[in-house]
């Protein structure tokens, strides 16, 4: 426990002290983001490399208290190395990819082929992959094609989702936070301990890093973050969807673990999804940039950055408390009570957005 403490208190410490700098250079350098198109909201030249302190800061902290000592046989030890080349070796790809998108841009299909490159190897080679529903809609297991596919899709909707939900002082960093600590309390009570320091190293960069990009943002993450966040994210929560249910207490056993991992995702799967619907609805491109948001809506509303993030922030952590109604559910009702949530804040944004849009319009 006091590792994990160390985990999280190095990240936090070396965003803490390393941002300012970073800052500098990026002025210096001119890797600034300009707000040159309509659907940007900042008003000024802002630095969008963030994402370079937030990785380092996160493989740092997590390779510094590494702790393979906790570990019993030769099997595990393998395992877990094995687990960390193939994290090391995926982060690096898309870590650059998003640099070069931050800094020159990047072709959507280069980014998509990188995507399923990263994907394929998390799922093949490291066989981080999601084997069945666990019971949600009556489903167990899936054959093995299946897993590869619902794996992929996954994992390119959840990094995705973490990009597109960066349009907001705080708000990526912040789902991010609530995500990881949310993972990183699951895997201490599940006694496993390699994945909580992962969950606790990136919990801590992303809330060193909260302290710049808060409102008003001194720095944004850029796809350098969002990107490599997305994919560690992705594995957190697929490895609590598998985690084997015969290690756990009674309490956890009795939770849902896929409802708990969506419930922790809810915002950013929840926004992506509505935001295609509407873009395929128009016959548009699903990649294509809008202001169409949820967090677009509440500013378009009045509301200000800090109050959008707030009320965001607020709806993803009644949403896990949500998810421990499974402990009394079945995990289909389960999954029934986050649609539920999911399209009551839906409905109350679109309704103050009408109600916004009258008034102007008179």
Known sequence: MVILILVFITAFTVVLFAT???????????LIDLPSED????????PTIGGIIIYAATLFSFSLWYNIEELHDYSEIAESVKEFQILIATSLVLFFVGVKDDIIGTAPVKKLFAHVVVGL???????????????????????EWGSIFLSLFTYIVVVNAMNLIDGVDGLAAGVGFIATSVFGVWF????????????????????????????PAKIFMGD???????????????????????RLNDFWVNISNPVLAISALIYPLTDTLRVFIIRAAKGQSPFAADRNHIHHRLIDCG????????????F?????GVSLLSCYLNPSLSVLALVVTALIFISWVSLIFKKNSKKLAE
Request: cysteine-free; hydrophobic content about 55%; aromatic content about 12%.
């Open 20 to 30: 300012p700098a970073l800052i500098k250079v990026a002025i210096l350098k001119n």
């Open 39 to 46: 659907r940007k909201i900042h008003k000024r030249a802002i």
């Open 121 to 143: 190897i998390l799922i093949l080679m490291g066989d981080i992959r999601i084997t069945g529903l666990h019971g949600v809609f009556g489903v167990e297991r899936i054959p």
């Open 188 to 215: 201490v009570f599940a006694n496993e301990y390699t994945l909580a320091s992962l969950s606790f190293s990136l919990a801590g960069a992303l809330l060193g890093f909260l302290i710049f990009n808060f409102s």
């Open 224 to 246: 350098s973050g969002s990107l490599f966040i997305g994919m560690f994210i992705y594995v957190l929560s697929t490895k609590l969807i598998e985690y084997p249910i015969e």
């Open 303 to 314: 509301y200000s950055h800090t109050k959008t993030v707030i009320i965001i922030y607020v």
């Open 316 to 320: 993803s952590v009644l949403t896990i």
